[in-house]
């Protein structure tokens, strides 16, 4: 089947749906966070960048879709790690989210059907700006997440038995590796994530 000029420009609007879907669901759990300003921003220039292509969209002939597309399983990640693991892990999988944007953006630039107007408007804003959201979400994991020390983390266990110490690796065999005595896996907390008490400390630890 051919792609048409505007499949693709659909294609790149229902990643920006995407895109503006997933930042409500982000700003919905971290809306209190003192990054929430940049996040408000991102979502905004996202939400601009949608209506921008369904204008251009209607220039080429084409019908505007409605419906989001590949950021949504970037949404339904953000929406499950902000209740389970917080601030860090939701700033992840928008930045991942933002990554698979620039690649769509990229790919669109290496077509040699897409119109030079296409070309230029994805060259000049889309891309530059979808690029420039990277950096903002790295700061924000870095400014939002409370980081302590290893002598902090002992101090917290031992003047709280229910703090429940976890090793933050997706991989079972670096689990094993780098074990701490009266740690759990990751996956084991996902699992017991939805009994867990709200106000339990949880502290997760990587080496």
């Known amino acids: 089947m051919t792609t048409t000029v505007t499949d693709r420009l659909?294609?790149?609007?229902?990643?920006?749906?995407?895109?503006?879907?997933?930042?409500?669901?982000?700003?919905?759990?971290?809306g209190?966070?003192?990054?929430?300003?940049?996040l408000r921003r991102v979502h905004a220039e996202h939400r601009e960048a949608a209506n921008t292509l369904r204008k251009h969209i209607h220039e080429h002939g084409g019908e505007p879709h409605r419906n989001s597309g590949a950021w949504g399983a970037f949404a339904k990640l953000v929406e499950g790690t902000a209740t389970l693991l917080g601030a860090e892990a939701t700033l992840?999988?928008?930045?991942?989210?933002?990554?698979?944007?620039?690649?769509?953006?990229?790919?669109?630039?290496?077509?040699?059907t897409c119109p030079d107007?296409?070309?230029?408007?994805?060259?000049s804003s889309l891309l530059p700006q979808t690029r420039a959201h990277v950096p903002v979400l790295e700061r924000l994991m870095v400014g939002l997440?409370?980081?302590?020390?290893?002598?902090?983390?002992?101090?917290?266990?031992?003047s709280d038995?229910?703090?429940?110490l976890v090793c933050a690796y997706d991989s079972q065999e670096k689990c094993r590796q780098n074990h701490l005595e009266g740690s759990i896996s990751l996956d084991e907390f996902k699992s017991r994530a939805g009994a867990l008490a709200k106000d339990r400390e949880i502290i997760f630890y990587c080496a």
């Open 92 to 112: 992840k999988a928008l930045k991942e989210g933002e990554e698979h944007g620039i690649k769509d953006y990229e790919a669109a630039l290496r077509e040699k």
């Open 145 to 158: 997440v409370e980081r302590i020390t290893p002598h902090e983390a002992r101090q917290h266990l031992a």
């Open 117 to 123: 107007d296409c070309k230029t408007l994805i060259a």
């Open 10 to 30: 659909n294609s790149l609007l229902r990643g920006e749906l995407s895109a503006t879907e997933t930042y409500q669901q982000a700003l919905a759990k971290l």
């Open 32 to 38: 209190n966070t003192k990054g929430a300003p940049e």
């Open 161 to 164: 038995p229910s703090a429940l």
